[in-house]
């Protein structure tokens, strides 16, 4: 039985849509028609990614977002608790979301649940949904017989993660708000005040002050090059967002922002925070350490440190012991190293993973605070200071304007 979404015209000619399930497309149509509609389209529900692995017949743009897919995993480990079959927790929870793309999916796992896959295999059909390290802890929850606790683990995961995004996203806000915004006055400035000041200063055959000499020059400059200057910032700006895209230049890149002194720092705590979270879950769901530094590394957003994960996985596998191995790679803080080295000796390596995680993440957060901090103040007496010295350039001919004239 699979999940097929529908596209049908009722008995007023008026388009419905919807998602039903079937063992073909045939039996939706015949669905459709003894409910008194008229089948337009109907195709089988499953991922945009899985369409290359011919696994699907219709894709989706997107998939859940962090909060819907915190929100399901909550509920289903709340129905999975209370002793619901798998199949019939999904088809509650379908039932429950408001959001028809949220509700195809669901319904595409519960199809592919009803046929006698497990929950981790109809999960891997959405994998825009639920990447691997989501699959990964809900098929050791299943081979272990508690999926209620894994899943319940899993929704504080994302709930913890889009908490950290929300915090990154404010604090970039602000100052690139101020920037803006900053710039923006700037270049009205120059461009429409200073403008019809020199028609003035043009009149006084004196010599302007330099600060108004290089304002004017620079006005002149703006308003004659400033449109080419812009069109080559946007060309910048797209050659740069693409050759993100190429894992080369992406690699050099994230290279480069580890070695800027805050950033760098902030980029391997966030990274750190990550990675050794997604241990701690897999670890303690019943994930073998290497399976889950293999899964961990792909959560890790920056290249070379992810590189660095496979490596000290690869040695791992020879014999070595994780914290080790991951210290060979000078990447991750010594702290976070000592708690993993103490874990492999007392044998509670899942509980010091997420105690280090813990640690990194109020280092994290504390050095968002401080960069915040100083970072709001520091652009509003950059972008003053500009201004003034603008108003500066403007006012010094005018206050000795009775001299310019003598």
């Given at each position: ?19 039903l ?73 379908a ?40 699959r ?28 950290m ?5 404010a ?53 004659s ?124 390596l ?5 105690r ?46 009775n001299?310019?004239?003598?």
């Amino acid at each position: 039985m699979g999940a097929f979404e529908y596209t049908a015209l009722d008995q007023r000619g008026r388009q419905k849509k919807g998602v039903l399930e079937g063992d073909a497309a045939r039996a939706i149509r015949a669905q459709l028609r003894e409910r008194g509609f008229t089948p337009i389209d109907v195709r089988e529900v499953a991922d945009r990614r899985a369409v290359g692995k011919g696994r699907s017949l219709f894709s989706f743009q997107r998939g859940m977002s962090v909060t819907e897919l915190s929100l399901f995993t909550r509920q289903l480990s709340t129905l999975a608790h209370a002793g619901l079959p798998m199949e019939e927790a999904l088809k509650a929870v379908a039932e429950q979301t408001d959001s028809d793309r949220v509700q195809k999916i669901i319904v595409g796992v519960r199809s592919h649940v009803v046929e006698g896959n497990t929950l981790a295999d109809a999960l891997a059909g959405f994998p825009n949904s639920f990447d691997e390290l989501y699959r990964a802890t809900a098929a050791a929850g299943e081979s272990s017989g508690r999926i209620d606790e894994v899943l319940n683990g899993l929704a504080d995961y994302v709930e913890e993660q889009q908490a950290m995004r929300q915090k990154i996203l404010a604090a970039l806000i602000y100052p690139a708000f101020l920037t803006v915004v900053s710039i923006g006055i700037v270049i009205a400035l120059l461009s429409t005040v200073v403008p019809k000041l020199v028609h003035v200063f043009n009149s006084v055959h004196a010599q302007l002050p330099a600060l108004t000499t290089g304002l004017i020059a620079l006005s002149d400059f703006l308003r004659s090059w400033g449109l080419l200057i812009g069109v080559v910032v946007g060309i910048l700006i797209v050659a740069f967002l693409y050759g993100l895209r190429r894992p080369t230049f992406r690699r050099r890149w994230h290279g480069f922002v580890l070695r800027i002194p805050l950033i760098g720092r902030f980029a391997r705590g966030v990274n750190t925070a990550r990675f050794t979270r997604t241990l701690s879950i897999l670890t303690s769901s019943g994930v073998p350490a290497l399976d889950a530094m293999i899964i961990g590394a792909d959560v890790v957003t920056n290249l070379p440190m992810q590189d660095a994960i496979r490596r000290a996985a690869t040695r791992v596998r020879e014999g070595e012991a994780i914290h080790k191995a991951l210290g060979r790679e000078r990447f991750f803080p010594a702290i976070t190293l000592h708690m993993i080295a103490n874990g492999e000796m007392s044998g509670a390596l899942d509980m010091m993973l997420g105690r280090a995680a813990d640690h990194q993440e109020r280092e994290v957060e504390t050095l968002r605070q401080g960069v915040m901090g100083i970072l709001g103040p520091a652009v509003i007496l950059a972008m003053g200071g500009v201004v003034l010295l603008i108003v500066l350039a403007i006012l010094l001919p005018v206050f000795n304007l009775n001299q310019l004239v003598k």
